[in-house]
């Protein structure tokens, strides 16, 4: 089998290569391609990435309400979400 230059160089890419290549997507991509990358996960290994994160919800769930941590309002976030995607 034959493999066309681009999968040569693909296969060549290392991780950090690739992650980079990524982050140079525009956000709807990077989007799309990290739902695929997800969805890639067989179950076994997304139940454990859902664990994680149910785990880091109730973290941050008990450090706000015991005080350690507070809020901010919705728009606050959004416009600094905002500034950090702009170029």
Not at 48 to 63: C, F, G, N, P, Q
Request: hydrophobic share 45%; aromatic share 2%; glycine share 2%.
């Amino acid at each position: 089998m034959v493999m066309a230059s681009s999968e040569r160089t693909l296969l060549a890419m290392t991780r950090e290569q690739i992650k980079a290549a990524a982050l140079e997507l525009d956000p709807a991509e990077r989007e799309a391609l990290a739902e695929e990358l997800l969805l890639s996960l067989d179950d076994a290994e997304r139940h454990a990435i859902d664990l994680v994160w149910l785990a880091e919800a109730r973290r941050r769930d008990a450090d706000f309400r015991s005080g350690n941590s507070g809020a901010k309002p919705v728009d606050e976030v959004l416009e600094r979400i905002a500034r950090k995607a702009r170029p």
